[in-house]
């Protein structure tokens, strides 16, 4: 089975500039989530998908930072524009939604703002 | 609030000696425990969780953590460390009426030395 599948892995680009990652979940797994990992901190939530339906977006920077789950499936992750302090790693889980919501994490794509 | 306390930023041990990662949270109400194991560069793996009964738990690669109530503790610990251990371990909780939503602590980066 497949796990979470994150592109691009790093991406490297100047402020002000937008951004766009992408999330392909495991497949059948309905519950989606981005995560924000700081340097040298722990992942935080920005943002978590019942299917296509944002449930809980209240981390979300919602004056830059966007998100879609077209169809309940992939999800992508925009930023516009980027500024320094938005550098970290943008991880991307997903869950089948069972009782005790076991979370599986893809790689992370690594923002580098210049 | 939730929140979770890993004191130690970076512990390093020399191989086949034994090693405890500290792990302390802070709840008002009953919580799952886990504790996840990210490797360079990878996402974030399920080492081992409590949701219930013994308060011991193991994962299949020889680490165990204890589940402590009235310390409320959740230390993750293995007898003899191997140099494949080498990697970034987080503690998380999440609440058992709102498991979705896990808490990270900021991580302890275990460095085995041969």
């Known amino acids: 089975e497949a796990g979470v599948v994150q592109s691009p892995r790093y991406k490297i680009i100047e402020k002000k500039q937008p951004v766009a990652f992408w999330c392909n979940p495991i497949?059948?797994?309905?519950?989606l989530y981005w995560y924000l990992q700081n340097l040298g901190q722990g992942p935080e939530l920005l943002i978590r998908?019942?299917?296509?339906?944002?449930?809980?977006d209240s981390q979300l920077p919602k004056d830059r930072f966007s998100a879609e789950r077209l169809k309940g499936v992939d999800s992508t992750l925009k930023i516009q524009p980027a500024e320094l302090g938005d550098s970290a790693v943008y991880l991307c889980?997903?869950?089948?939604?069972?009782?005790?919501?076991?979370?599986?994490f893809g790689p992370g794509t690594r923002l580098t703002v210049l | 609030a939730q929140s979770v306390t890993q004191l130690d930023s970076q512990v390093p041990v020399f191989e086949e000696a034994p090693v405890e990662l500290r792990c302390n949270y802070s709840s008002s109400v009953s919580v799952y425990l886990f504790w996840y194991v990210q490797y360079p560069n990878q996402g974030l793996q399920l080492l081992l969780k409590y949701l219930s009964g013994s308060t011991l738990v193991e994962s299949i690669n020889g680490f165990e953590a204890e589940f402590n109530k009235s310390q409320t503790s959740f230390h993750l610990r293995k007898p003899s460390v191997h140099i494949s251990d080498t990697a970034e371990y987080f503690c998380?909780?999440?609440?058992?009426?709102?498991?979705?939503?896990?808490?990270f602590g900021s991580g302890t980066r275990l460095l085995v030395r041969p």
């Open positions: 998908y019942e299917n296509e339906e944002a449930v809980d």
């Open positions: 497949s059948g797994h309905n519950t």
């Open positions: 889980a997903s869950s089948s939604g069972s009782s005790y919501n076991e979370q599986f």
């Open positions: 998380a909780v999440s609440e058992m009426d709102s498991s979705y939503k896990l808490i």
